[in-house]
């Protein structure tokens, strides 16, 4: 399975045994990378008030979390989202209080991610990146097996940036616990000190 790439990503390869991870200074800003152009101004989506889940990846594991996320927004209170990621489908179809949209422009999917509570996806590369800069209260579920989404979490997790769930424990009820209490921000980094840590690190790895 392969993970999100990267805009302009040079792949680095792993070391038998595991990579080391780099300094906390590089890292934070290594993976928050300001590239995407949102205006971040106040916005709100018609009818949608609560959890925006986001699904991507190969299948069947795209659509295995599809159907964890609809089962269990279902059964929570409010109006919900799920953004299919499937741009081939020109049809909103609407789910007891979770409305499926298929895919969305750069600006809608602001809208939408700016008038929700709560974001849940994959915690892939780009993924990360966005919810960054909009500053989304997260939490991810990595794809079971995929090394980079699992090692993104835990160190997402360790720093408490947003939350981090395995699939198994996916439900309605653990949503609620898990976004019961503080609120956890991902960090914002210029492009100037992102260039800088991401050049350190690859010099580690070469």
Same mark, same amino acid.
């Given at each position: 399975?392969?993970?999100?790439? #990267?805009?302009?990503?040079?792949?680095? /390869?792993?070391?038998?045994?595991?990579?080391?991870?780099?300094?906390?200074?590089?890292?934070?800003? %290594?993976?928050?990378?300001?590239?995407?152009?949102?205006?971040?101004?106040? #916005?709100?989506?018609?009818? %949608?008030?609560?959890?925006?889940?986001?699904?991507?990846?190969?299948?069947?594991?795209?659509?295995?979390?599809?159907?964890?996320?609809?089962?269990?927004? *279902?059964?929570?209170?409010? /109006?919900?989202?799920?953004?299919?990621?499937?741009?081939?489908?020109?049809?909103?179809?609407?789910?007891?209080?979770?409305?499926?949209?298929?895919?969305?422009?750069?600006?809608? =999917?602001?809208?939408?991610?700016? @008038?929700?509570?709560?974001?849940?996806?994959?915690?892939?590369? $780009?993924?990360?990146?966005?919810?960054?800069?909009?500053? #989304?209260?997260?939490? =991810?579920?990595?794809?079971?097996?995929?090394?980079? *989404?699992?090692?993104?979490?835990?160190?997402? $997790? /360790?720093?408490?940036?947003?939350?981090?769930?395995?699939?198994? /424990?996916?439900?309605?009820?653990?949503?609620?616990?898990?976004? #019961?209490?503080?609120?956890?921000?991902?960090?914002?980094?210029? $492009? @100037?000190?992102?260039?800088?840590?991401?050049?350190? =690190?690859?010099? *580690?790895?070469?």
């Amino acid at each position: 399975q392969k993970s999100e790439p #990267a805009p302009n990503e040079r792949r680095v /390869k792993i070391p038998r045994g595991g990579m080391k991870p780099p300094p906390v200074r590089s890292l934070q800003i %290594m993976i928050l990378n300001p590239k995407i152009e949102y205006a971040i101004k106040p #916005a709100r989506w018609p009818d %949608m008030d609560c959890f925006l889940g986001m699904v991507s990846g190969v299948e069947p594991m795209r659509t295995h979390l599809e159907n964890l996320l609809l089962e269990a927004f *279902q059964k929570l209170p409010g /109006k919900h989202a799920l953004l299919l990621g499937k741009p081939e489908i020109k049809e909103i179809v609407e789910k007891g209080n979770v409305v499926l949209y298929p895919h969305l422009s750069k600006e809608k =999917f602001r809208e939408l991610v700016l @008038s929700a509570k709560y974001f849940v996806s994959r915690p892939g590369y $780009s993924t990360i990146m966005d919810q960054a800069v909009l500053g #989304a209260n997260c939490l =991810f579920v990595p794809t079971p097996g995929q090394t980079e *989404q699992i090692y993104l979490s835990k160190i997402i $997790s /360790k720093f408490r940036y947003a939350r981090v769930m395995k699939e198994s /424990k996916l439900s309605a009820e653990s949503l609620e616990q898990a976004f #019961a209490g503080s609120v956890y921000r991902l960090p914002f980094a210029d $492009s @100037s000190l992102l260039k800088k840590a991401v050049f350190e =690190f690859m010099e *580690q790895y070469k």
